[in-house]
Nanobody
Framework: QVQLLESGGGSVQAGGSLRLSCAAS?????????MGWFRQAPGKEREGVAE????????SYFESMKGRVTISQDNANNMLYLQMNSLKREDTAMYYC???????????????WGQGILVTVSS
């Protein structure tokens, strides 16, 4: 049973930084996954932030936070990270970790989702 647990959220002032973590359990250690970060702001649809393929560390970023975030992963410890810098008020949202078996590709459908963690950016 795959479980994803986010941590590291909280409140930060505009211009500040946060690092989100996602602890993954139940993943097949012999397989490779596309893992990603998504967010959903109040009253808005969920949108992608970044994706990474655990097989080769290749990453891609969505326009939502491009240039201000870095996605990374630690295969040995089944951890996924999202370093967020220069945060803006409009980055306030629930942030979700997600995973799916196989490579990342356009419109990939993620199968496993965390419960989400709140990030609040104040001015």
């Amino acid at each position: 049973q795959v479980q994803l647990l986010e941590s590291g959220g909280g409140s930060v002032q505009a211009g500040g930084s946060l690092r989100l973590s996602c602890a993954a359990s139940g993943l097949n250690i012999y397989r490779r996954y596309c893992m990603g970060w998504f967010r959903q702001a109040p009253g808005k649809e969920r949108e992608g932030v970044a994706e990474i393929y655990t097989g080769d560390d290749s990453a891609s970023y969505f326009e939502s936070m491009k240039g201000r975030v870095t996605i990374s992963q630690d295969n040995a410890n089944n951890m996924l990270y999202l370093q967020m810098n220069s945060l803006k008020r409009e980055d306030t949202a629930m942030y979700y970790c997600a995973a799916v078996l196989g490579t990342c590709y356009q419109s990939v459908q993620f199968e496993y989702w965390g419960q989400g963690i709140l990030v609040t950016v104040s001015s």
